[in-house]
């Protein structure tokens, strides 16, 4: 009993003692690491991970177009969509899957499901398709919440004009967009510059860094320098009603004979866009930006330097009142505006009318001239 009483002693003596030993060397080692450069070790190479961003793109691309689906109906028209939740569950825009119960759905890897639309608005370009086939996957991860902001860099995903597959990235260059493409109105919608066309409706926009869905690609331009995103956190409790109480009798929506031409926005409302978006960097300071939507003649005429010089001390610009026309192959834009500009140290409300003439070079659209003149007292109250 006593020889086991010491064999204990010694023991907890030498556990003890371990234990001291490597608190000591760990609290003597953990400073010198900590000072060292950083390593990450992968695989048997033990080789650095360059933070390149690279990889990550791809891996956000992989992972996010294995839950990217093409939506098909019997009349051959044609969408996007993407894995929602894991019931199957896939959104699309409500044009896409108008006036249909029954749609097919194809994978990234070919695979053909059956799916049933148990959500649809009439008013809000959104739909819900259920596909049992797709039950138990897990989908992409949602920004619930989160609105995306002018500069966030994005990933557009769908399948534009029928190429499944397809990723095309740009920014968030635009918020708070409302427009309406009959039967639809679209409210605080995000412009990207994403490239989109016909058959991305209902694909998702992704946050390039997050790899979260922040919107569903809804609307573009056929030249594909504008692009329209709703959302997600806008239709979301939406998607959940369905979701959870899929709609019993589906709405009618008149899309028109021809369908939804969503890329016939004409060249008009583009013309405007690219004048507001001008502004819109003047506003943020990115005079690059804004000088990189000048033609090159006009570019040629003013240096970048000069250009910005002449907008350094403007604070701030509004749109009070923006027409434009057709004028021949280009269209002529005409802004009212009030900006707020720093003169002589002091902080200045001047009004000023200016005509643009916008028209495409090199198939992108462009602000080819401008001509303003400052309005004075009653003009600017008229």
Do not use: C
Not at 230 to 238: D, E, K, Q, T, V
Not at 368 to 379: C, H, R, T
Request: glycine content about 10%.
């Amino acid at each position: 009993m006593k020889g086991k009483w010491i064999v204990s002693i010694v023991t907890s003596v030498i556990i003890w003692g371990a234990g001291i030993f490597a608190f000591l060397t760990i609290q003597d080692s953990i400073p010198q690491k900590l000072t060292a450069s950083s390593q990450l070790i992968v695989n048997e190479g033990s080789k650095k991970k360059e933070d390149s961003g690279k990889r990550e793109l791809k891996e956000i691309i992989y992972d996010s177009q294995k839950l990217v689906v093409k939506v098909e109906l019997d009349d051959g028209s044609i969408g996007s969509g993407f894995l929602y939740n894991n019931k199957g569950d896939v959104i699309t825009n409500a044009h896409v899957a108008a006036n249909a119960t029954n749609v097919r759905i194809t994978t990234a890897d070919s695979k053909g499901y059956e799916g049933t639309v148990i959500g649809i608005s009439g008013e809000t370009d959104i739909a819900l398709i259920r596909v049992p086939g797709l039950a138990g996957i897990e989908p992409l991860p949602i920004a619930k919440e989160r609105k995306a902001e002018i500069g966030d860099e994005v990933l557009a995903l769908g399948t534009p004009l029928g190429f499944q597959n397809t990723v095309t990235t740009g920014i968030i260059s635009g918020v708070n967009r409302d427009l309406d493409i009959e039967p639809f109105h679209y409210e605080d919608v995000y412009q990207i510059s994403a490239p989109i066309a016909r058959g991305n409706s209902g694909g998702p926009l992704i946050d390039r860094k997050t790899g979260e869905v922040i919107g569903i690609n809804s609307a573009g331009i056929i030249e594909g320098v504008i692009g329209f995103s709703i959302p997600i956190s806008s239709i979301i409790a939406m998607i959940e009603e369905w979701s959870e109480s899929p709609m019993v009798e589906l709405p009618s929506i008149d899309l028109g004979i021809e369908g939804m031409a969503i890329e016939e926005i004409s060249d008009e409302d583009i013309a405007g866009y690219v004048v507001t978006y001008f502004y819109e960097s003047i506003n943020y300071g990115d005079y690059l930006t804004a000088y990189a939507a000048l033609g090159s003649n006009w570019q040629t005429e003013t240096s970048y330097e000069d250009f910005r010089t002449g907008y350094i001390n403007t604070l701030a610009v509004q749109i009070d009142e923006l027409t434009a026309t057709q004028t021949g192959k280009n269209m002529t834009v005409t802004v009212l505006i009030t900006a707020d500009e720093r003169v002589n140290g002091e902080i200045v409300q001047q009004s000023y009318r200016v005509d643009y003439e916008v028209g495409y070079e090199n198939d992108q659209l462009k602000i080819l001239s401008g001509q303003g003149e400052k309005l004075a007292d009653d003009e600017q109250e008229d």
